[in-house]
């Protein structure tokens, strides 16, 4: 995999200095959809549906399309949170430019480094989430792909306070994954084929 190698002044301000590109006016409904008619109608993070509820999720678009400049704005979403108490967590969309998804896993290798940096560890923490996300060791075409797999890339920043509490509430927080890879897997699985549906970009909308 392809090794980016980037200096970073987070000081810098994140109005100059980037190259910006056209954001897509899909980019933030597509996603929404996908939160909510994925993740929390098919029960993907048993966590997100009080969040949606109580309208505390952040959707942000980078507006960056180079490495530089997208951990700039990861930097400057995690000062929002810090003085965003009423916001439980993040999404930093990424409509151009991480297309590639071993490009997307160096960019968030480097995130979460910079994260550790900054003194975010412990914190947040970072979810990933991309339109070809693959896990280790598992088959391209396997439908338990989906659980992770996303309109657009994308970071998930979170609080890591707000998941321990909401974890322990859960009666079963580590049967989770399996639960979701089950329900993926499952023949004519509703909530694979919505995932289907939310990723195709050549649909005319998220749809109901």
Known sequence: MNR?????????????????????????SRTRAWVESFVVAHDIC?????EVRRGAIRYAVAEASDLEGLLHELVGECRHLDA??????????????????????????????????LGYGGIYQLASFHPDYLFDGVEATDPANATNRS????LHILREAELERAIAHHTDPEGIPERN??????????????SRQLLDRTSDGPGE
């Open 84 to 117: 965003n108490a009423d916001i439980a967590t993040t999404l930093l969309i990424v409509p151009v430019s991480m297309d590639d998804f071993d490009d997307y896993l160096d960019w968030l290798e480097l995130a979460e480094r910079l994260m550790e940096d």
């Open 151 to 154: 309109p657009y890339p994308m």
């Open 46 to 50: 048993p966590f997100a549906g009080r």
């Open 4 to 28: 980016f190698a980037v200096r970073v002044n987070v000081s810098r301000p994140s109005s100059t200095g980037f190259r910006r590109t056209t954001i897509e006016p899909s980019s933030l």
């Open 181 to 194: 890879m089950t329900l993926l897997r499952a023949p004519g699985s509703r909530a694979l084929a919505r």
